[in-house]
């Protein structure tokens, strides 16, 4: 990835990006001639409501090693898969399907068994990722160590086995931090305290006690007896975002910006309405038109509308979210013979 700093910041009208650093897994700029709130709404859509693909349900045909099905479930779960062009997979809840197909899943598989007397590593790289899939990229697990390895999932030792069939599904870091694009997003404005929005604790001289972050030397210092700006207002915003490797940093970027927008389309088609209808809930769909859950509610019902005594999927209080005493896959809470990831 190539930028040119210059070439971005064409004019001072309107929103204004400086990339000051870029590499395949972070990127570091500023965003300025936008307001402390649509800062913030992008860095909380960068960490929450990107779709990325994520190992989500786990069917055990065999495990004898140290670790428990859902351990081991659970590490799957948090390996990066490419998700590049992830909108051609479907979410869950969109397909016509009853719990999982190509249209809105990748399946790969997992065998490793111990024949040596050494301790044998079973790594993200023995993943098979299976045909056919929405695209040539979705589901690959991501492995960026020298060695070419990727994330350790388990160790076996001799005669020890495991037999899996993992299926990824598109989500959000909203519903699981496994669907998370980002291991970090660094956000600051106004390094010099200049607003007074931070009240330093200190014993001697906050100044020494209080260091200066790389982002100060892009700011003036305030002047010595410079009377305080009551109407002052952020107008740069310094961000670093680190990807995990499943997007890279200018796609995560350019999603978060795209979900903002759906997000807002939504909320002014909801307070405009069409087609004879007005007001908010006019549609029947789930109210903002952004990323979801990959198993959406089933039986209608909004989140945040409810008359106080029932739960976000319209049941009874003393009922479960799936209705009844009865789990949401059946007999187990993770299905006849899997764990979710």
């Known amino acids: 990835m190539d930028y040119d700093a210059m070439a971005m910041d064409v004019e001072d009208v309107g929103p204004r990006v400086t990339v000051r650093e870029a590499a395949s897994d972070h990127v570091d700029f500023t965003l300025a001639n936008v307001d402390l709130a649509f800062a913030n709404s992008l860095r909380r859509t960068i960490l929450a409501e990107i779709p990325v693909m994520a190992i989500d349900l786990v069917e055990v045909e065999a495990n004898t090693s140290v670790l428990a099905d859902e351990f081991i479930a659970h590490r799957l779960g948090l390996i990066p898969l490419n998700s590049k062009q992830v909108d051609d997979v479907l979410y869950t809840r969109d397909c016509d399907c009853d719990q999982y197909c190509d249209n809105c899943s990748v399946t790969l598989t997992l065998h490793a068994r111990c024949t040596g007397d050494e301790?044998?590593?079973?790594?993200?790289?023995?993943?098979?990722?299976?045909?056919?899939?929405?695209?040539?990229?979705?589901?690959?697990?991501?492995?960026?160590?020298?060695?070419?390895l990727g994330s350790v999932i388990c160790k076996l030792r001799k005669g020890q086995e495991l037999r899996m069939k993992c299926i990824a599904k598109k989500g959000i870091a909203k519903e699981h931090s496994k669907w998370a694009p980002t291991s970090a997003v660094?956000?600051?404005?106004?390094?010099?305290?200049?607003?007074?929005?931070?009240?330093?604790?200190?014993?001697?001289?906050?100044?020494?006690?209080?260091?200066?972050?790389?982002?100060?030397?892009?700011?003036?210092?305030?002047?010595?007896?410079?009377?305080?700006?009551?109407d002052a207002m952020p107008s740069r915003f310094y961000f670093e975002v680190e990807s995990v490797g499943n997007l890279e940093p200018d796609a995560i970027i350019q999603q978060g910006i795209k979900v903002m927008q759906q997000k807002l389309a939504a909320v002014l088609q909801e307070l405009v309405g069409d087609d004879g209808r007005n007001g908010i809930h006019g549609d029947g769909v789930d109210g903002f038109g952004g990323p979801r859950s990959p198993d959406g509610i089933n039986g209608g019902g909004d989140y945040g509308i409810d008359q106080g005594f029932t739960t976000p999927y319209v049941n009874g209080g003393g009922a479960s979210a799936w209705g009844g005493g009865t789990t949401p896959y059946g007999a187990t809470p993770y299905g006849q013979n899997g764990w979710a990831a």
């Not at 590593?121 to 160590?145: F, H, Q, S």
């Not at 020494?208 to 982002?215: A, M, R, V």
């Open 119 to 148: 301790i044998m590593k079973v790594y993200a790289r023995d993943l098979v990722v299976g045909e056919p899939r929405p695209n040539e990229w979705v589901g690959m697990p991501i492995i960026t160590d020298p060695e070419g």
């Open 186 to 230: 660094g956000f600051e404005y106004d390094p010099h305290n200049k607003l007074r929005h931070l009240d330093y604790w200190y014993e001697e001289d906050p100044a020494k006690e209080w260091p200066k972050s790389k982002n100060a030397t892009w700011e003036e210092p305030p002047q010595e007896g410079e009377p305080f700006d009551f």
